[in-house]
């Protein structure tokens, strides 16, 4: 039997353009992304046009006007889209790992709301398939946690997210610091809560958003002399000592004195000012001079806040708060005399 080369053809033809329609104009998962391609910044070399689209189902890079392909096997950087849950949420790789977690949060876990709720019963589960269920739910739960050490970080990463007051992407530095300190087997001997608050301490004050000794120590309910201990123990191991300035605490009383935005104005003003005298603040308390600082911004600006009020945030004496403040007045009167 003879075959026409030229109907052939074009019977091909027409198929593989029904075929390009159909996923050009696809929906869901058929449905090409149209964008132009940054390595593809010239136009066709076979019609001049400047139209290049990326077909991601079959990882070509084609012109948008005449079809010609000029990349294949192109790799699709983004999620899969393939959906098998019954939520919105089409993506299937999951959250992202975790140091708040002591698994970083890559284990499987079988949640409680699928057991307890009547979609299992909706589903066909019975009764007996329930039990069973949640107590292997019970049993694995348990199995990740089966080791001292693995329990320990449970309850060091749970006291982070609950105590530590800190945005999320401290509270991974925190926990991170803390696993690393349990491989190493600092934490053997010691107790998880003053380890665990010496770890927020410190990475507070690397941040820049530095908490006081006695805060930390209400809140973790541990010892100061032994919280201070182990901050100096961990500081020496990993090299983490830093010198508190006071403008790292300005935000913090301001705000807790009810102080209006505008004040910080005039308090880094004098700070400004105040800086290069160093023999004025250098080898005193932090909290005391930023507490003197704003004492004196606050009564300039017609924001007077008293002395009691002032040292109960920023838990310093009167005594200390005077002694600075006189200081401060002596230099200022200096610089006033000098203009």
Partial sequence: ?????EAWTKARTKSNAQRDNVARKGLGSIRPQRRVVDGHTKPCVECGVLDWVVDNNRGEVSCGGCG????????????????????????????PATHT??????????????????????????????????????????????????RNLVKANQMVRDKSGLPKSMQEEVCRLYKLLSHQGFVTGRSIAGVTAACT?????????????????????????ELSRMIRHISRKF???????PSDYFGRFISDLKLPPKTSLEVDAL???????VDIWQGKKPMGVAAAIIYKAATKAGH?????????????????????NRAIEKLFSMLDSNL
């Fill in 1 to 5: 039997m003879a075959y026409d080369d």
């Fill in 68 to 95: 010609l392909v000029v990349e294949e096997n192109v790799i699709d950087p983004g999620i899969d889209w393939t959906n098998h849950d019954n939520t919105t949420d089409r993506s299937r790789i999951g959250a």
């Fill in 101 to 150: 977690l002591a698994d970083k949060g890559l284990n499987t876990s079988i949640a409680s709301s699928d057991l307890t709720s009547g979609a299992a019963s909706r589903h066909g589960m019975s009764a007996k398939a329930r039990r069973d269920w949640r107590r292997r739910r019970v049993m694995d739960e348990r199995s990740k946690t089966r080791a001292s050490r693995a």
């Fill in 201 to 225: 301490y410190l990475v507070a004050r690397k941040e820049g958003v530095p908490r006081q000794i006695a805060e930390i120590c209400e809140t973790f309910q541990v010892d100061e002399k």
């Fill in 239 to 245: 090299n983490m000592h830093k010198i508190s300035c």
């Fill in 271 to 277: 700070w400004e000012a105040m800086k290069p005298h």
């Fill in 304 to 324: 007077k806040r008293t002395q009691a009020d002032i040292c109960k945030v920023a838990n310093v004496s009167e005594v200390t708060l005077r002694q600075i």
